[in-house]
């Protein structure tokens, strides 16, 4: 099963940011958060990861709360093409996890609107 | 550029009939993995190899087999065993290091 909560769905105004939420209370130490999105039909994207540490590139931001259990990907200025499902996934290292699987939940359905 | 291939892109199949998804990547990444994907679900894993001539069963390896012949190479054989074929099929590699995934395209199957 999914190590992580996400809401179902939600909507951002075209050129706003979005902020996707993602608990995942129960994360272990060696364990990193992952964010993927998939547009419909197409296979997934990475876009993020971190530890501890925010992070950020060229897609989005990565804010992680200081005891872990929860975190959230920002885009900080939304376009249509940011329309599709945002998976949060808590995964350990490759090199730790049997095979490195991801393991998916439903993740977030973000649908920008004009 | 670097990425992964997947292909057919749309793939019919009678029933009763094997059938090879074909996956390769120009990434040098030494783990490969095989997910299938349901209308309105997440992704689910069906094996997985993390190196050249061997490979682990994933969550639902039941009526799919695989081979690792290559580092580029991983395909997928549906075979008259597996009972719901009929989803969209993703190929997936890492380098074996927390870095991220790179997907392929995918191949959507349909059992007709």
């Known amino acids: 099963d999914a190590k992580t909560t996400q809401p179902p769905s939600m909507d951002c105004a075209e050129g706003r940011a979005a902020n996707l939420p993602c608990n995942h209370s129960t994360i272990s130490g060696n364990e990193y958060v992952y964010w993927y999105r998939q547009i419909h039909s197409q296979g997934p994207q990475y876009i993020i990861h971190g530890l501890k540490n925010n992070e950020t590139n060229e897609m989005a931001s990565l804010i992680i709360t200081e005891d872990r259990k929860s975190s959230t990907l920002i885009l900080p200025h939304a376009t249509l093409r940011d329309t599709a499902v945002y998976y949060c996934i808590v995964s350990p290292p490759a090199i730790y996890n049997q095979g490195g699987k991801l393991i998916f939940g439903q993740g977030t359905e973000l649908s920008v609107k004009p | 550029d670097g990425g992964i291939t997947q292909s057919p892109k749309y793939l019919f199949r009678k029933e009763g009939q094997n059938v090879t998804l074909s996956c390769e990547q120009n990434?040098?990444?030494?783990?490969m993995y095989w997910y299938r994907q349901d209308p309105g679900q997440g992704l689910r894993l069906i094996y997985y190899s993390q190196i050249v001539n061997d490979f682990q069963k994933g969550d639902i390896a039941e009526g799919y087999s695989v081979s690792r012949e290559k580092k580029e190479s991983f395909p997928l054989t549906v075979t008259s065993a597996q009972k719901n074929p009929t989803a969209f099929y993703l190929c997936?590699?890492?380098?074996?290091?927390?870095?991220?995934?790179?997907f392929g395209s995918g191949t959507r199957l349909t059992v007709v």
């Open positions: 997936a590699s890492n380098p074996r290091q927390n870095y991220g995934y790179t």
């Open positions: 990434l040098n990444h030494d783990a």
